[in-house]
């Protein structure tokens, strides 16, 4: 499919895409960098003719074009709570299950059950669509896109939340998928960019920069600038964390789990977990997708209904001997793509990062000024004052986790719950946090629990792992200290 871009302008919360000039021809795959701005959603939007531009042209060849992105796994979640029987079964719907949902779009057997098996999704094809883990998702709408037969696809971040091994294992079916169909690719992180691309588009702040071979963006300086921008901004964060610190001292151990277990009707996510986190610990939870992670992490926060069922310490009170699950709370401070995909509410940005102190989704008490001076610090240091008083739903989805990441941090919490913090984060908001995290950690303002599927992402400050393994039964996973 050729494609032409001339005189393009289209607007989105934060930005404007512009675009000069740019020819993408027939056959012809394209990678795309974006240093600052969500470009991803905005272009597939237009190429999908579900958003307009403001100006200029966009001409098309004949052909369908499909895409993958977070904010398409934010629509399909959307539909499938839309459409939630809960109140008229007996028990809570979980959702399509994983093979509906790619049936739906081909209403053909078999190439649902060849994607299943090419995406490794057979053994999830009679799970919910909400029950699905976030690696487990995103391989499901990218199973959901090919099953249209596009005739060119565009991927948005297509690794996002995948472990290592489907990290792996995808590069190599987007290899192989190349040679049938054109895509185009959006990456944040520099390493992410194929080696069978042979054609590199720079975007910064929504603007075309330059077009390049790959031999030139191996050898570009733009990634060194921006590791010297960022480096600048976490000591920005850091230096407002330090002025609202408050000390929230507590006895050894912080948490402790004991033979901790989790399963369901049909499955076992994990057991024999006995785990234990003191003073001054930071941790890493490392394991495959679907493995229990984000389960663990959700027993700590009390937001899991078999937290209760196990044997769990945590800040001095053994939990369900009459604590609130608020004085839990108090104390954490949680980023996750399960929070982000709950936080729906049409709040402000400024709100949701008061929410912090409220351990809320939305702002239903009056804040302090102090709190929402505090609030508006963050915003400057993320340079998203100017989005005070936007809506959480219409901001970027990049911008909606910076914003929860803020508000994570806001209360200084004894305990920062962060699982794939980096989510749908462009490359300069990457290491803003990152920076800030391992300053956070390396001062300890915070003891971080910390959950990424990439080695690079590693912080030099967390000397503590959990490891997720297989049980040697093979009914679900236990778990290794080292």
């Keep these: ?109 078999e190439i649902t059950s060849r994607l299943l098996s090419e995406l ?33 696809l565009l991927l948005d971040k297509p690794y996002a939340g995948l472990d290592v091994a489907h990290r792996k294992s995808l590069a190599q079916y987007l290899t192989r998928l190349s040679r049938s169909i054109q895509m185009l690719i959006i990456v944040s992180r520099e390493t992410e960019m194929p080696e069978w691309i042979e054609k590199i588009a720079l975007f910064s702040r929504g603007k075309l920069d330059s077009l390049m071979d790959k031999a030139t963006w191996d050898v570009h300086p733009v990634v060194t600038q921006i590791k010297a921008q960022s480096k600048e901004q976490g000591e920005q964060i850091m230096a407002l964390i330090r002025q609202h610190r408050h000390t929230s001292e507590f006895s050894d151990p912080l948490f402790a789990l004991t033979n901790g277990r989790v399963a369901y009707t049909d499955k076992v996510i994990f057991s024999d977990v006995t785990w234990r986190i003191n003073q001054g610990e930071h941790w890493q939870v490392r394991g495959p997708n679907g493995c229990g992670k984000s389960t663990l992490l959700g027993m700590i926060f009390g937001d899991h209904p078999q937290c209760y069922s196990n044997d769990i310490q945590i800040f001095g009170k053994q939990r369900g001997s009459g604590e609130t699950i608020w004085e839990i709370k108090q104390h954490i401070g949680m980023v996750s793509s399960a929070l982000h995909l709950q936080y729906r509410v049409d709040c402000s940005a400024l709100k949701v990062i008061i929410s912090g102190f409220y351990d809320s989704i939305g702002l239903y008490q009056k804040p302090t000024k102090r709190q929402q001076n505090i609030a508006h610090e963050w915003l400057a240091i993320l340079h998203m004052s100017q989005f005070a008083d936007t809506s959480f739903r219409k901001l970027e989805y990049g911008q909606q986790r910076l914003l929860l990441i803020a508000r994570a941090l806001v209360k200084q919490p004894t305990l920062l719950i962060l699982d794939e913090p980096y989510q749908g984060l462009d490359y300069l908001g990457r290491r803003l946090i990152k920076n800030a995290l391992e300053l956070i950690a390396r001062e300890h303002l915070s003891q971080l629990l910390y959950v990424s599927h990439y080695q690079d992402d590693s912080l030099e400050s967390i000397h503590n792992y959990l490891d997720f393994v297989p049980a040697e039964d093979g009914l679900g996973y236990k778990t290794i200290v080292s």
């Design 1 to 109: 499919m050729k494609i032409k871009f001339t005189q393009l302008q289209a607007q989105s919360t934060s930005f404007t895409l512009t675009i000069d000039n740019w020819t993408i021809e027939e056959q012809q795959s394209w990678g795309v960098f974006s240093t600052e701005g969500d470009i991803g959603s905005l272009l597939g939007d237009l190429l999908c003719e579900e958003s307009c531009c403001c100006s200029g042209h966009i001409l098309k060849g004949p052909g369908h074009i499909a895409q993958v992105s977070l904010a398409e796994q934010q629509r399909l979640l959307e539909q499938e709570i839309a459409n939630d029987d809960s109140d008229f079964l007996d028990h809570i719907d979980m959702g399509s299950t994983v093979y509906t949902l790619i049936y739906q779009q081909c209403h053909n057997a």
């Design 120 to 152: 490794d999704l057979s053994h999830l094809q009679d799970r919910g669509f909400r029950a699905l883990s976030s690696g487990e998702s995103r391989r499901l709408i990218l199973a959901r896109a090919l099953a249209t037969q596009p005739d060119l």
